[in-house]
């Protein structure tokens, strides 16, 4: 059980990831804000309770992977990464820059930590299947990790990978789908019929949980639980909200594309604390 003193530290950092996030938007001009702010908080208790990585050594062929499958809104990944020492903050200076390291959508090697290109929405559990079924050859513990859009539940190449998964008992892997409930021009719901989506899921042959996805404590304990003893692999829904954090993007898919003015952006930093 997360002990009050540390849910009080990984709050912190989700503010500062937050900020940081806010900032880089601003200073590039990109899209994709909200999304990235809806799944800091699966990032954070990703990296800081549940995965095994060491930022000092990110290429031991022992690691946990991630998969952060969702590739527009790599703004959360490159902040979390700065956070967690995988590299320095000032790499973050770098984001869509002219011939700097970080594009808006990662591309592999461009940052320690940083598994694999990703963004063309639909590949990352097909990555995931791959790498779980490496380790097995290999014989390795590393767990693989995905970190899904609710809009990826749409593309065939993702229910492939959901059927070759649990077939393989590739119990190794939990995919996360950072479910906001919005996509590019419209509630997820309302463009394709998601629900009941913990079903689906399951109907395919995975332990499916549903999981407040900006609750730290019981996200934590969801991607810390032991893998199924029966080969399944597990499907996190998790309920987030497009834009958490600041009280004037949460739930507006405006900011889907929007990138904050200067005012702004000093309003919601001060939101989060940091001004």
């Known amino acids: 059980m997360m002990k009050q003193t ?18 880089l938007s601003h200073r590039a001009g990109t899209p994709h804000l909200a999304s990235s702010l809806s799944c800091v908080d699966i990032l954070v208790a990703a990296y800081w309770t549940a995965l095994r990585v060491d930022p000092k050594k990110p290429d031991d062929p022992g690691r946990d992977r991630l998969i952060f499958s969702k590739g527009h809104a790599a703004m959360a990944l490159y902040a979390v990464l700065a ?7 000032e790499v973050l200076d770098a984001y869509c820059v002219d011939g700097g390291k970080l594009a808006e959508h990662p591309s592999p090697g461009c940052v320690p930590g940083l598994e694999v290109a990703t963004g ?68 997820s719901n309302e ?15 995975w332990e499916a949980r549903e999981v407040d996805g900006h609750d730290l404590r019981a996200l934590s304990a969801e991607l810390a639980a032991p893998q199924d003893p029966r080969g399944r692999p597990r499907a996190i829904i998790a309920h987030t909200v497009k834009g958490k954090g600041v009280s004037f993007m949460q739930d507006d898919n405006n900011w889907h594309y929007r990138s904050p003015s200067d005012e702004e952006l000093a309003a919601a930093l001060r939101e989060l604390g940091l001004a």
């Open 6 to 23: 540390e849910l009080s530290e990984l709050d912190a950092v989700t503010r500062r990831v937050r900020g940081k996030i806010l900032e």
């Open 83 to 89: 956070e967690r020492g995988f590299v320095p903050p």
């Open 120 to 187: 063309s929405l639909g590949h990352g559990l097909s990555w995931a299947v791959g790498l779980a079924l490496a380790a097995r050859l290999l014989k390795r513990e590393s767990r693989v990790l995905v970190i899904m859009s609710d809009g990826e539940c749409e593309e065939g190449s993702t229910w492939e990978a959901a059927l070759m998964a649990p077939a393989h008992k590739l119990s190794a892997i939990t995919a996360v789908i950072d479910y906001n409930k919005w996509q590019a021009t419209g509630r």
């Open 191 to 205: 463009i394709m019929a998601l629900e009941p989506l913990a079903r689906k899921w399951e109907s395919f042959g």
